[in-house]
Protein backbone atom coordinates (compact mmCIF):
# COMPACT_ATOMS: atom_id res chain seq x y z
CA UNK A 1 0.00 0.00 0.00
CA UNK A 2 1.82 3.46 -1.13
CA UNK A 3 1.45 6.18 1.67
CA UNK A 4 0.09 9.60 0.40
CA UNK A 5 0.80 12.93 2.41
CA UNK A 6 -1.81 12.98 4.98
CA UNK A 7 -4.72 15.67 4.46
CA UNK A 8 -4.12 16.79 7.88
CA UNK A 9 -2.50 19.93 8.54
CA UNK A 10 0.48 19.51 10.21
CA UNK A 11 1.36 20.37 13.63
CA UNK A 12 4.39 21.15 15.92
CA UNK A 13 5.50 20.16 19.22
CA UNK A 14 9.10 20.40 20.98
CA UNK A 15 10.48 17.95 23.41
CA UNK A 16 11.60 19.81 26.57
CA UNK A 17 14.45 18.15 28.45
CA UNK A 18 16.15 18.39 31.72
CA UNK A 19 18.62 19.80 29.86
CA UNK A 20 21.14 22.82 30.17
CA UNK A 21 25.13 24.03 30.93
CA UNK A 22 27.23 21.14 32.75
CA UNK A 23 27.53 22.63 35.65
CA UNK A 24 23.79 23.21 36.28
CA UNK A 25 22.22 20.59 38.95
CA UNK A 26 19.14 18.49 38.44
CA UNK A 27 17.13 21.57 40.47
CA UNK A 28 18.28 24.01 38.06
CA UNK A 29 18.09 21.43 35.06
CA UNK A 30 14.46 20.75 35.45
CA UNK A 31 13.95 24.63 35.52
CA UNK A 32 15.34 24.98 32.58
CA UNK A 33 12.69 22.32 31.36
CA UNK A 34 9.65 25.01 32.54
CA UNK A 35 11.24 27.65 30.86
CA UNK A 36 11.50 25.98 27.54
CA UNK A 37 7.88 24.87 28.16
CA UNK A 38 6.35 28.04 29.09
CA UNK A 39 8.51 30.05 25.53
CA UNK A 40 6.36 26.95 23.52
CA UNK A 41 3.07 28.03 24.68
CA UNK A 42 3.83 31.45 24.58
CA UNK A 43 5.71 30.93 20.24
CA UNK A 44 2.16 28.78 19.73
CA UNK A 45 3.52 25.38 19.54
CA UNK A 46 0.90 22.13 20.32
CA UNK A 47 2.75 20.41 23.08
CA UNK A 48 5.72 19.69 24.99
CA UNK A 49 6.92 16.25 25.14
CA UNK A 50 9.15 14.69 27.71
CA UNK A 51 11.06 11.30 27.59
CA UNK A 52 11.56 9.45 30.45
CA UNK A 53 14.71 7.82 31.87
CA UNK A 54 16.81 6.75 34.78
CA UNK A 55 19.84 7.24 36.51
CA UNK A 56 21.90 9.11 34.30
CA UNK A 57 22.70 12.45 32.40
CA UNK A 58 21.04 11.42 29.85
CA UNK A 59 17.78 12.99 30.21
CA UNK A 60 17.64 12.55 34.11
CA UNK A 61 13.64 12.38 34.22
CA UNK A 62 12.29 9.41 35.59
CA UNK A 63 8.40 10.52 35.78
CA UNK A 64 6.96 12.20 32.89
CA UNK A 65 3.87 12.54 33.79
CA UNK A 66 4.76 13.98 37.44
CA UNK A 67 6.87 16.44 35.18
CA UNK A 68 4.09 16.86 32.48
CA UNK A 69 1.21 17.73 35.78
CA UNK A 70 3.79 20.25 37.10
CA UNK A 71 3.98 22.16 33.91
CA UNK A 72 -0.11 21.65 33.37
CA UNK A 73 -0.14 23.97 36.02
CA UNK A 74 2.38 26.45 34.87
CA UNK A 75 1.42 26.50 31.26
CA UNK A 76 -2.57 25.55 31.42
CA UNK A 77 -4.03 24.54 27.82
CA UNK A 78 -0.58 23.53 26.57
CA UNK A 79 -0.97 20.07 25.30
CA UNK A 80 1.90 17.42 26.99
CA UNK A 81 2.98 14.31 25.79
CA UNK A 82 5.22 11.57 26.39
CA UNK A 83 7.98 10.09 24.43
CA UNK A 84 8.12 7.61 25.66
CA UNK A 85 6.59 6.10 28.91
CA UNK A 86 8.21 3.12 29.17
CA UNK A 87 5.50 0.61 30.00
CA UNK A 88 7.61 -2.63 31.31
CA UNK A 89 8.28 -0.56 33.98
CA UNK A 90 4.87 0.01 35.63
CA UNK A 91 2.59 -1.86 37.41
CA UNK A 92 -0.67 -1.61 35.04
CA UNK A 93 -3.16 -0.53 37.71
CA UNK A 94 -1.02 2.35 39.05
CA UNK A 95 -0.22 3.97 35.74
CA UNK A 96 -3.33 3.77 34.89
CA UNK A 97 -4.44 5.63 37.87
CA UNK A 98 -1.74 8.10 37.20
CA UNK A 99 -2.94 9.01 33.46
CA UNK A 100 -6.20 9.32 35.36
CA UNK A 101 -5.02 11.82 37.26
CA UNK A 102 -2.83 13.58 34.63
CA UNK A 103 -5.70 13.58 32.41
CA UNK A 104 -7.55 15.59 34.98
CA UNK A 105 -5.48 17.91 36.30
CA UNK A 106 -4.45 19.48 32.47
CA UNK A 107 -6.13 21.24 30.31
CA UNK A 108 -4.46 20.45 27.47
CA UNK A 109 -4.38 17.85 24.81
CA UNK A 110 -2.42 14.48 25.73
CA UNK A 111 -0.54 12.39 23.65
CA UNK A 112 0.88 9.25 25.43
CA UNK A 113 3.65 7.57 23.36
CA UNK A 114 4.33 4.06 25.21
CA UNK A 115 7.50 1.44 23.87
CA UNK A 116 9.09 -0.81 25.78
CA UNK A 117 12.26 0.84 26.68
CA UNK A 118 15.64 -0.23 25.45
CA UNK A 119 18.45 0.29 27.98
CA UNK A 120 19.59 -3.14 30.20
CA UNK A 121 20.92 -0.91 32.79
CA UNK A 122 17.58 0.28 33.80
CA UNK A 123 15.47 -2.94 33.07
CA UNK A 124 18.25 -4.74 35.52
CA UNK A 125 17.94 -1.55 38.19
CA UNK A 126 14.49 -2.36 38.53
CA UNK A 127 14.80 -6.56 38.52
CA UNK A 128 12.77 -7.19 35.14
CA UNK A 129 13.51 -9.25 32.66
CA UNK A 130 13.83 -8.16 29.38
CA UNK A 131 12.34 -10.85 27.87
CA UNK A 132 9.28 -10.24 29.34
CA UNK A 133 9.12 -6.23 28.09
CA UNK A 134 6.93 -7.47 25.26
CA UNK A 135 4.13 -9.43 27.44
CA UNK A 136 4.10 -6.74 30.11
CA UNK A 137 3.71 -3.55 27.45
CA UNK A 138 0.87 -5.50 25.95
CA UNK A 139 -0.91 -6.36 29.17
CA UNK A 140 -0.52 -2.55 30.73
CA UNK A 141 -2.15 -1.15 27.83
CA UNK A 142 -4.91 -3.53 27.58
CA UNK A 143 -5.54 -2.91 31.22
CA UNK A 144 -5.46 1.46 30.46
CA UNK A 145 -7.38 0.65 27.41
CA UNK A 146 -10.27 -1.06 29.90
CA UNK A 147 -9.44 1.29 32.57
CA UNK A 148 -10.81 4.04 29.88
CA UNK A 149 -14.14 2.87 29.48
CA UNK A 150 -15.19 4.18 33.15
CA UNK A 151 -17.18 1.28 34.23
CA UNK A 152 -16.50 -0.88 37.01
CA UNK A 153 -14.31 -4.31 35.93
CA UNK A 154 -12.49 -7.64 36.56
CA UNK A 155 -9.37 -8.29 34.90
CA UNK A 156 -7.43 -11.61 34.60
CA UNK A 157 -3.60 -10.64 33.94
CA UNK A 158 -0.02 -11.92 34.45
CA UNK A 159 0.59 -8.79 35.56
CA UNK A 160 -2.14 -7.15 36.92
CA UNK A 161 -5.25 -8.71 38.44
CA UNK A 162 -8.48 -7.83 39.46
CA UNK A 163 -11.18 -10.17 40.96
CA UNK A 164 -13.88 -7.53 42.18
CA UNK A 165 -15.95 -5.58 39.90
CA UNK A 166 -13.24 -2.40 40.13
CA UNK A 167 -13.70 1.26 38.79
CA UNK A 168 -10.60 3.21 38.39
CA UNK A 169 -10.66 6.71 40.02
CA UNK A 170 -10.37 9.81 39.16
CA UNK A 171 -12.41 8.46 35.89
CA UNK A 172 -11.07 9.91 32.28
CA UNK A 173 -14.49 10.87 31.57
CA UNK A 174 -14.21 12.99 27.86
CA UNK A 175 -10.11 13.36 29.02
CA UNK A 176 -9.35 10.68 26.69
CA UNK A 177 -5.40 11.10 25.43
CA UNK A 178 -4.14 10.30 22.01
CA UNK A 179 -1.86 7.69 22.65
CA UNK A 180 0.82 6.03 20.09
CA UNK A 181 2.97 2.72 20.30
CA UNK A 182 7.15 3.43 19.76
CA UNK A 183 8.49 2.21 16.66
CA UNK A 184 11.85 0.32 16.89
CA UNK A 185 11.71 -1.73 13.36
CA UNK A 186 9.39 -2.40 10.70
CA UNK A 187 8.35 -5.48 12.48
CA UNK A 188 7.26 -3.35 15.15
CA UNK A 189 5.04 -1.40 13.27
CA UNK A 190 2.66 -4.30 12.44
CA UNK A 191 2.68 -5.20 16.35
CA UNK A 192 1.67 -1.47 17.08
CA UNK A 193 -1.01 -2.00 14.29
CA UNK A 194 -2.45 -4.97 15.62
CA UNK A 195 -2.87 -2.96 19.17
CA UNK A 196 -4.71 -0.35 17.69
CA UNK A 197 -2.02 1.94 18.38
CA UNK A 198 -0.57 4.64 15.49
CA UNK A 199 2.94 4.58 15.47
CA UNK A 200 5.66 7.38 16.80
CA UNK A 201 9.02 7.25 14.74
CA UNK A 202 11.97 8.36 15.59
CA UNK A 203 14.04 10.70 12.42
CA UNK A 204 17.32 8.33 13.24
CA UNK A 205 16.16 5.98 10.44
CA UNK A 206 16.27 6.60 7.01
CA UNK A 207 13.65 7.84 4.24
CA UNK A 208 12.63 4.75 2.78
CA UNK A 209 12.52 2.67 5.98
CA UNK A 210 9.95 5.21 7.49
CA UNK A 211 7.89 4.78 4.66
CA UNK A 212 8.19 1.05 5.00
CA UNK A 213 6.85 1.59 8.65
CA UNK A 214 3.98 3.92 7.77
CA UNK A 215 3.34 1.12 4.90
CA UNK A 216 3.41 -1.79 7.18
CA UNK A 217 1.08 0.01 9.80
CA UNK A 218 -1.44 1.19 7.28
CA UNK A 219 -1.70 -2.42 5.75
CA UNK A 220 -1.93 -4.77 9.24
CA UNK A 221 -4.64 -1.63 9.97
CA UNK A 222 -6.74 -1.71 7.59
CA UNK A 223 -6.81 -5.62 7.41
CA UNK A 224 -7.44 -5.34 11.42
CA UNK A 225 -10.29 -2.76 10.35
CA UNK A 226 -8.73 -0.40 12.40
CA UNK A 227 -8.67 3.36 11.66
CA UNK A 228 -6.03 4.81 9.24
CA UNK A 229 -6.18 8.18 9.40
CA UNK A 230 -4.47 9.27 12.22
CA UNK A 231 -1.75 11.22 13.87
CA UNK A 232 1.39 10.13 12.45
CA UNK A 233 4.33 11.65 15.01
CA UNK A 234 7.92 11.50 14.39
CA UNK A 235 10.41 12.40 16.81
CA UNK A 236 13.38 14.65 14.97
CA UNK A 237 15.77 16.89 16.33
CA UNK A 238 16.18 20.57 15.36
CA UNK A 239 19.15 22.73 14.74
CA UNK A 240 17.61 26.37 12.60
CA UNK A 241 19.44 28.73 12.94
CA UNK A 242 19.33 32.63 9.85
CA UNK A 243 22.28 30.45 7.59
CA UNK A 244 23.09 26.73 7.29
CA UNK A 245 26.42 26.97 7.97
CA UNK A 246 25.41 28.72 11.69
CA UNK A 247 22.82 25.52 11.98
CA UNK A 248 25.61 22.85 11.21
CA UNK A 249 28.06 24.52 13.11
CA UNK A 250 25.44 24.47 16.63
CA UNK A 251 24.24 20.65 15.69
CA UNK A 252 28.63 19.81 15.31
CA UNK A 253 29.18 21.40 18.68
CA UNK A 254 26.15 19.31 20.59
CA UNK A 255 25.27 16.36 19.28
CA UNK A 256 28.67 14.48 19.83
CA UNK A 257 28.15 14.53 23.16
CA UNK A 258 24.25 13.66 23.26
CA UNK A 259 25.28 10.55 21.48
CA UNK A 260 28.27 9.77 23.36
CA UNK A 261 25.82 9.86 26.90
CA UNK A 262 23.97 7.22 24.80
CA UNK A 263 27.03 4.77 24.11
CA UNK A 264 27.08 5.15 28.00
CA UNK A 265 23.96 5.32 28.93
CA UNK A 266 22.54 2.36 26.87
CA UNK A 267 26.55 0.63 27.05
CA UNK A 268 26.17 -0.05 23.28
CA UNK A 269 29.77 -0.86 22.88
CA UNK A 270 29.09 -4.04 24.89
CA UNK A 271 26.30 -5.22 23.38
CA UNK A 272 24.43 -5.83 25.67
CA UNK A 273 20.85 -7.38 24.19
CA UNK A 274 23.16 -10.47 23.19
CA UNK A 275 19.95 -12.95 22.23
CA UNK A 276 17.42 -11.36 24.54
CA UNK A 277 14.12 -12.13 23.10
CA UNK A 278 12.73 -9.06 20.71
CA UNK A 279 16.04 -7.20 21.35
CA UNK A 280 18.34 -9.17 19.31
CA UNK A 281 18.10 -6.24 16.90
CA UNK A 282 19.02 -3.61 18.74
CA UNK A 283 22.67 -4.88 18.78
CA UNK A 284 23.07 -4.10 15.19
CA UNK A 285 20.63 -0.84 15.47
CA UNK A 286 22.94 0.88 18.09
CA UNK A 287 26.49 0.02 17.42
CA UNK A 288 26.26 3.33 15.08
CA UNK A 289 26.32 5.15 18.04
CA UNK A 290 30.23 5.09 18.55
CA UNK A 291 30.92 6.63 15.45
CA UNK A 292 27.94 9.42 15.75
CA UNK A 293 29.91 10.81 18.66
CA UNK A 294 32.80 11.95 16.33
CA UNK A 295 31.49 15.16 14.31
CA UNK A 296 33.01 13.92 11.15
CA UNK A 297 30.69 11.00 10.84
CA UNK A 298 27.01 12.90 11.27
CA UNK A 299 26.86 14.48 7.71
CA UNK A 300 24.24 11.38 7.36
CA UNK A 301 22.71 11.97 10.75
CA UNK A 302 22.45 16.09 10.04
CA UNK A 303 20.54 15.52 6.56
CA UNK A 304 17.85 13.37 7.65
CA UNK A 305 16.96 15.55 10.63
CA UNK A 306 16.09 19.27 10.84
CA UNK A 307 19.45 21.11 10.56
CA UNK A 308 19.81 24.63 8.61
CA UNK A 309 18.05 27.67 8.02
CA UNK A 310 14.53 28.27 7.98
CA UNK A 311 14.06 27.57 4.48
CA UNK A 312 16.16 24.72 4.49
CA UNK A 313 14.28 23.27 7.39
CA UNK A 314 11.16 24.01 6.11
CA UNK A 315 11.81 21.83 2.77
CA UNK A 316 12.87 18.67 4.78
CA UNK A 317 10.01 19.32 6.91
CA UNK A 318 7.73 19.12 3.84
CA UNK A 319 10.16 16.03 2.61
CA UNK A 320 9.08 14.00 5.17
CA UNK A 321 5.39 14.75 5.80
CA UNK A 322 5.24 13.75 2.14
CA UNK A 323 6.11 10.32 3.81
CA UNK A 324 3.12 10.72 5.52
CA UNK A 325 3.63 12.40 9.01
CA UNK A 326 1.82 14.86 10.55
CA UNK A 327 2.77 15.68 13.61
CA UNK A 328 6.61 16.86 14.17
CA UNK A 329 8.01 16.62 17.75
CA UNK A 330 11.17 18.77 17.14
CA UNK A 331 14.24 19.02 19.62
CA UNK A 332 17.09 20.67 20.05
CA UNK A 333 17.23 19.84 24.00
CA UNK A 334 20.20 17.99 24.49
CA UNK A 335 23.21 17.53 27.36
CA UNK A 336 24.66 20.54 27.13
CA UNK A 337 22.47 22.87 25.04
CA UNK A 338 22.58 26.60 27.13
CA UNK A 339 19.24 28.33 26.90
CA UNK A 340 20.03 30.42 24.27
CA UNK A 341 20.78 28.05 21.88
CA UNK A 342 17.01 26.13 22.17
CA UNK A 343 15.44 29.43 22.67
CA UNK A 344 17.03 30.22 19.48
CA UNK A 345 15.52 27.46 17.79
CA UNK A 346 12.40 27.44 19.57
CA UNK A 347 11.57 30.99 18.01
CA UNK A 348 12.70 30.54 14.91
CA UNK A 349 11.06 27.69 14.06
CA UNK A 350 8.06 28.77 15.67
CA UNK A 351 8.33 32.27 13.27
CA UNK A 352 9.83 31.49 9.80
CA UNK A 353 9.95 27.27 9.47
CA UNK A 354 5.61 26.65 10.74
CA UNK A 355 4.86 29.44 8.28
CA UNK A 356 6.73 28.27 5.35
CA UNK A 357 5.71 24.76 5.58
CA UNK A 358 2.01 25.81 6.11
CA UNK A 359 2.13 28.33 3.00
CA UNK A 360 3.88 25.00 0.73
CA UNK A 361 0.82 22.55 1.88
CA UNK A 362 -1.69 25.12 0.76
CA UNK A 363 0.25 25.53 -2.28
CA UNK A 364 0.05 21.85 -3.07
Known amino acids: MEIMSSKRTPRFAYQIGAVGEPEHDDRALYREALADARLLQETGYDAAWMVEHHFSDYYPQPNPLLFLSHVAAACPGLGLGTS ?75 YATLTEPTRIRPAFGNRRPNFYGAIGSVESGGIMADLGLPP ?23 AAGHPTDVTFPISIKCFVAETDAEAREQALRYLPEFFALQVRHYQSDD ?13 RMFANLRRLSDPANLDGYLAQNLVGSPETVARRVQEIAELGFNYFVISNATYGVPRAVRHATIRLFAEEVIPRVRGMAVAA
Open 84 to 158: VMVLPWYEPVRFAEDLAMLANLSEGELHIGMGRGTAKSEYDAFGIGMETARDRFRETWEFTRRAMVGDAFTFAGR
Open 200 to 222: LCLSSFPDAILRKILDTWRSRSA
Open 271 to 283: APWGNIEGYQQFN
